[in-house]
């Protein structure tokens, strides 16, 4: 296999780790889902070796990156992908009905990402309680964050992000990966974590915005 690329500095300013071991990103595409007529929405790409695999094995692909400063090595590297679109943009502050719209045409699409770690909890929040037809969202994402994404009521790690959770989606830890598969390595190991979306919340409320 060829030389690691080095990560850009300014992706290490948003909290990115960058994974490149293929074995590894195929594995979470495999895990996901994904069919070859499938949209996903890949949030924090950085230099995209997980929006390459991706554009071999969906029909779309829109890569939304907050860190202008990766983008020209970004889109260099996608450059033999047709059926992808880059987006200099904050997912916390985008529109994403108007994305859904306007990028993925309106209809139900995936989440695939390697979440930079800084964001995971929010991010999450947001997608669930978006109200738009994702049928499953798969993120990397730190070990101990996933572990109170999947928490039990009455254990230690249960909590608000738990049970939100656990009101939208069935959610499930696939495999653990090391800090050291990534560059540079964070300070704790990482999951894969995938969240299939229910047709309809678990139980039926009165006020969704009051439970909330």
């Known amino acids: 296999m060829g030389k690691t690329p080095k990560p850009a500095k300014t992706g290490q300013k948003y909290g990115q780790h960058f994974l ?52 020209p090595r970004l889109r260099d590297n996608l450059a033999g992908c047709d059926n992808v679109d880059v987006l200099h943009a904050d997912i916390m502050q985008a529109d994403l009905p108007a994305l859904w719209r306007e990028k993925l045409g309106g209809r139900p699409f995936r989440v695939v990402a390697n979440l930079p770690y800084y964001i995971t909890t929010p991010a999450i929040l947001l ?14 994402l730190q070990k101990e964050a996933a572990q109170r994404l999947v928490a039990q009521p009455g254990t230690a790690q249960y909590g608000v992000v738990s049970a939100v959770a656990a009101y939208y989606a069935d959610a499930k830890i696939l495999f653990g990966v090391p800090a050291g598969a990534f560059v540079p390595p964070p300070n704790v190991d990482s999951a894969v974590l995938h969240l299939r979306m229910l047709p309809a919340p678990r139980v039926a409320v009165r006020d969704e915005a009051l439970l909330m």
């Open 127 to 140: 997608l669930l309680g978006s109200g738009l037809p994702i049928g499953s969202i798969t993120f990397m």
């Open 20 to 71: 490149f071991d293929p074995s590894i990103l195929s594995r979470m595409i495999d895990a996901s889902g994904v069919q070859p007529g499938d949209s996903v929405l890949e949030i924090g790409p950085g230099l995209g070796p997980l929006t390459t695999l991706l554009c071999r094995r969906v029909a779309y692909v829109l890569a939304v990156e907050i860190d202008a400063g990766l983008l």
